[in-house]
């Protein structure tokens, strides 16, 4: 067969694989969010579970128990979802991060972005001094406080030249300056201050509602779609600056526009569910594994993965010591890390 | 008209004046290799040619537009740049690193057209064997061909090339040297190539032009430029140019050596 046929070939199965691998996530994702949706400990069956999400979204076609119905409509199903889009989010952003810092160590949390956010949230609960009152104190300040720090990284980076390694170096300075401000908060705070902020850091979706579900929508579906359409540039900024400005792209504009959209989905995330690692660094790395880095099915599936890992951790977190329920962020590390490892080495192996 | 000219180009660092008053021309189908110490300036000027850095005087026309006043688009469009040390952190297929050429085209689909670019690149630069490996596992003369094909799909009239042949043996370094001339006679591309290798940039390209502390000290054939006074001058050394090769061909000499039998 003539080589630029073999070539080609190769090509599209590279893309078929691509596409079958989104494919298989999207469906693990939806029989994982069927499962979740009926964990609980409530006592109803699967079924019932299912007819009650039906009946609440055909009122008079399908008819549930009320207590069911009430349960996943008021309890469940906005939580599920929530683990879903947070997950996404924060993997999404952690693929953008890496890729544009060229960095596989960088995430929400080794920039600062979410360190400061917890210091943000100390103030609230320690000092309760916030830009916004009442029930979103916490919330408000975390989110002000996660956009801060981006804002200072770029200004740091920004007033000696924009670059990766600059970017990377002033989160992570940013980092230990948040991490010691909140200390000297706990140091200074009461016992129930302290457990509260404690609390903030393990991280858990356990605060969700409509609400919040709508905000953290809103902004991942205003976000992704432009992340996604300027996949290009993202490939080529992954390959270098140089590299990316010799392809036509308008690097320092666009690495700023990139860290601002991250940093705002980070936010906008951590803000309602404290600080949950590790999404944001591993399911971007699983993803390159499995299927490359060409951004155009990097983010969709890089931010499947992280759904599923979140959903699938919130899962276990809720059913494990049922009906008590561990901080979610626990559970991703303690799940996740050992199975990293196993990837990067079995990867390393090959 | 020469396609790409520089113009009394100068470039500072902050109060440091890197560049002076540059003034050079590239014909269309010809190599120009940029030589002269490490610190020179040569890579600055690469980058102010192609727009990355805003000179703080002169111009830089291509095709008669001036860069300035140009897109980056429209300038990825017309001149591709292959930076030092480039490929080494891609993780992607060659095929792919190749295609991301076509990104001053792309708007996100990839059609049959750019594929088939894409696979002519690869053929020309004989990488179509190693298309779907991944870059990071080639060596480097290979990843320097990977470079040049991306390069060449970006289907620029010019081609700005920052020390390719680093890090390769004489083999390689001949083998992306014999590309790169080959490339500029047989398509009629401009090429501009930062180099080291005086005796390698002699062999291969039509003019040299020689920079000392940001200024040109000397512009022109590689037998003309390529002098033993010019040696002295600018590197600091003493060296004998042969001349009895199909191109000059210098040989350094060492301090206090005597200069007979070479």
């Not at chain 1, 972005?113 to 916490?138: C, N, Q, R």
């Not at chain 1, 600059?166 to 230990?176: D, E, F, H, Q, S």
């Not at chain 2, 040299?208 to 200024?215: E, P």
């Amino acid at each position: 067969m003539e080589q630029s046929v073999v070539i080609q070939e190769g090509y599209a199965r590279l893309k078929k694989t691509r596409a079958l691998f989104i494919g298989g996530l999207l469906a693990a994702l939806l029989i994982l969010l069927g499962v979740a949706v009926t964990l609980g400990s409530a006592d109803f069956t699967v079924a019932e579970s299912y007819l009650a999400i039906l009946a609440g979204l055909f009122p008079g076609t399908f008819t549930a128990p009320e207590m069911a119905e009430i349960i996943v409509w008021d309890y469940r199903l906005h939580r599920v979802l929530f683990a879903v889009c947070a997950g996404f989010g924060l993997a999404v952003a952690g693929s953008v991060m890496q890729g544009i810092l060229r960095n596989p160590l960088a995430s929400p949390f080794t920039l600062g972005v979410a360190s400061a956010a917890t210091t943000g949230a100390s103030i609230a609960i320690v000092l309760g001094a916030g830009v916004v009152g009442g029930e979103y104190l916490v919330i408000g300040n975390a989110f002000l406080f996660a956009l801060l720090a981006a804002l200072a990284i770029y200004g740091m980076a920004r007033y000696r030249g924009i670059g990766s390694e600059t970017m990377v170096l002033a989160g992570i300075a940013i980092m230990y300056l948040f991490s010691a401000v909140t200390s000297l908060l706990q140091y200074v705070g009461s016992a129930e201050q302290l457990r509260a902020v404690v609390f903030w850091t393990f991280g858990s979706v356990d605060k969700s509602t409509w609400p919040k579900l709508a905000i953290v929508s809103l902004v991942l579906a205003c976000t992704i779609p432009y992340l996604l359409y300027r996949a290009w540039d993202l490939n080529a900024l992954a390959e270098g600056d140089e590299v990316a400005a010799g392809l036509g792209v308008p690097v320092e504009r666009s690495m700023v526009v990139f860290m601002m959209i991250a940093s705002l989905i980070t936010a906008v995330i951590i803000c309602f569910t404290g600080t949950i690692g590790f999404i944001g660094l591993v399911a971007p790395h699983i993803t390159r594994m499995a299927i490359g880095g060409d951004f155009r099915t990097l983010l969709p599936a890089s931010g499947l993965v992280g759904a599923l890992l979140l959903l699938g951790a919130d899962s276990i977190a809720r059913s494990v010591l049922a009906p008590q329920v561990l901080p979610v962020g626990i559970v991703t590390a303690f799940l996740g890390v050992p199975f990293f490892i196993y990837l990067f080495m079995h990867r390393r192996n090959a | 008209m020469p396609r790409l000219s520089v113009e009394d180009l100068s470039f500072a660092y902050r109060d440091r004046q890197v560049l002076h008053a540059i003034t050079f021309s590239v014909d269309a189908g010809e190599v120009l290799g940029l030589v002269g110490p490490n610190g020179c300036g040569k890579t600055t000027l690469i980058r102010c040619i192609d727009g990355m850095l805003s000179p703080g005087g002169g111009r830089v026309m291509l095709d008669g537009r001036e860069i300035r006043t140009m897109h980056r688009r429209e300038v990825a469009q017309a001149m591709a740049y292959v930076p030092q040390s480039a490929g080494n952190r891609t993780a992607a297929t060659v095929f792919e690193t190749v295609l991301m050429g076509r990104r001053p085209y792309l708007n996100w689909s990839v059609n049959r057209t750019d594929e088939e670019k894409v696979v002519a690149a690869l053929d020309a630069l004989d990488l179509g064997d190693l298309a779907l490996r991944k870059v990071g596992e080639l060596s480097g003369g290979e990843r320097q061909r990977v470079m040049i094909a991306r390069a060449l799909v970006q289907e620029t009239g010019a081609i700005l090339l920052d020390e390719p042949t680093s890090n390769l043996d004489v083999c390689h370094q001949m083998g992306v040297m014999e590309v790169l001339r080959g490339l500029a006679e047989e398509k009629g591309l401009s090429i501009v190539i930062a180099l080291h290798d005086l005796n390698l940039a002699a062999t291969y390209c039509h003019r040299l032009m020689v920079m000392k502390a940001g200024a040109v000290y000397g512009y022109g054939a590689p037998d003309e430029v390529l002098t033993e006074e010019m040696l002295r001058t600018v590197y600091g050394i003493e060296a004998v140019v042969k001349r009895d090769l199909p191109a000059p061909y210098m040989v350094p000499i060492r301090p206090g050596s005597p200069r007979g039998g070479v």
